[in-house]
């Protein structure tokens, strides 16, 4: 059973940054992939970067050049680091993982979700 933490988040004023962290527990080493996906009121859950087993990562168009995920397998521990944010990034946070982290349905284990608003 994976269990998937998030924390991190926060409120922070337009061009400010943000460090989100995701530990996880269970058998995350059987997981193709980690991501975080985010939800903004009325809109649906999307994928906002993902990093492979191999290391390779990709990110949303709109987050390009200004967020970047990471991973310490040694702390079992998902990272986001976000720069530049702007209003339109502020939304509900998820750690997830599974066997395609770009789509909800590749997913198998979602965090609960950490808040982030940028005014």
């Known amino acids: 059973h994976v269990q998937l933490v998030e924390s991190g988040g926060g409120s922070v004023q337009a061009g400010g940054s943000l460090t989100l962290s995701c530990a996880a527990s269970?058998?995350?080493?059987?997981?193709?992939?980690m991501g975080w996906f985010r939800q903004a009121p009325r809109k649906g859950r999307e994928g906002v970067a993902a990093?492979?087993?191999?290391?390779?990562?990709v990110y949303e168009d709109s987050v390009k050049g200004r967020f970047t995920i990471s991973k310490d397998s040694a702390k079992n521990t998902l990272y986001l680091q976000m720069n530049s944010l702007r209003p339109e990034d502020s939304a509900m946070y998820y750690c997830?993982?599974?066997?395609?982290?770009?789509?909800?349905?590749?997913?198998?284990?979602w965090g609960q979700g950490t808040q982030v608003t940028v005014s």
């Open positions: 997830a993982t599974g066997w395609g982290c770009t789509e909800p349905d590749g997913i198998d284990y």
């Open positions: 990093i492979y087993r191999n290391g390779a990562t």
């Open positions: 269970g058998y995350t080493y059987s997981s193709y992939c």
